[in-house]
T-cell receptor
Framework: EPEVTQTPSHQVTQMGQEVILRCVPI?????FYWYRQILGQKVEFLVS????????KSEIFDDQFSVERPDGSNFTLKIRSTKLEDSAMYFC???????????????FGQGTRLTVV | AQKITQTQPGMFVQEKEAVTLDCTYD???????LFWYKQPSSGEMIFLIY??????QNATEGRYSLNFQKARKSANLVISASQLGDSAMYFC??????????????FGTGTRLLVSP
């Protein structure tokens, strides 16, 4: 069964450092998302990406965050200068191109646990 | 205003019993989808069941069923014949129609289910 793959599974970084979280979405999917979940809290939307550009972003997704799809397969989330409050689980998700179908659940990766120290 | 409300922070159930996890939602969009995800302690997000706003019948997937009451804006998850492996965090989520963007998911705060022997 196709799956979304995220690497690394766990990353520890020092405050102020740049970090890149990587995701390989399902190959024929066209819509990509990043969500984050601070420990013990709900999952929050960060950004959606379609046709090589951001289609929507939340208030959390400030200038410290960026996304790109550098090679047509990987989908990355970069945090330029990490803060302690960026510590969270980050989930990548992808969705098929059948946007008209509301029952297309987002396929989630297993998550990257980011710890900023 | 909260889009998705899960009022039960924790629920306990004995093995083999049925349990209902509550979810209410708020939207003015006539087209929406409701999802339930399971998050075990390992952290991944596992899709369980989907209900579309226009679906005439309640969704069922194995031991999972969704008690969809559109007028009350509720979409409760029913797990029948609970198993020890059902112990996890459960999130209700909603995806609104395309009028609000590329169908991001909005999550509730979750309910932690503990199944006892």
């Amino acid at each position: 069964e196709p799956e979304v793959t995220q690497t690394p599974s766990h990353q520890v970084t020092q405050m102020g450092q740049e970090v890149i979280l990587r995701c390989v979405p399902i190959s024929n999917h066209l819509y990509f998302y990043w969500y984050r979940q601070i420990l013990g809290q709900k999952v929050e939307f960060l950004v959606s990406f379609y046709n090589n550009e951001i289609s929507e972003k939340s208030e959390i997704f400030d200038d410290q965050f960026s996304v790109e799809r550098p090679d047509g397969s990987n989908f990355t989330l970069k945090i330029r200068s990490t803060k302690l409050e960026d510590s969270a689980m980050y989930f990548c998700a992808s969705l098929t191109g059948e946007v008209s179908g509301m029952n297309t659940e987002a396929f989630f990766g297993q998550g990257t646990r980011l710890t900023v120290v | 205003a909260q889009k998705i409300t899960q009022t039960q922070p924790g629920m306990f159930v004995q093995e083999k019993e049925a349990v209902t996890l509550d979810c209410t939602y708020d939207t003015s969009d006539p087209s929406y989808g409701l999802f339930w995800y399971k998050q075990p302690s390992s952290g991944e997000m596992i899709f369980l069941i989907y209900q579309g706003s226009y679906d005439q019948q309640n969704a069922t997937e194995g031991r999972y069923s969704l008690n969809f009451q559109k007028a009350r804006k509720s979409a409760n998850l029913v797990i029948s014949a609970s198993q020890l492996g059902d112990s996890a965090m459960y999130f209700c989520a909603m995806r609104e129609g395309r009028s609000t963007g590329f169908q991001k998911l909005v999550f509730g705060t979750g309910t932690r289910l503990l199944v006892s022997p």
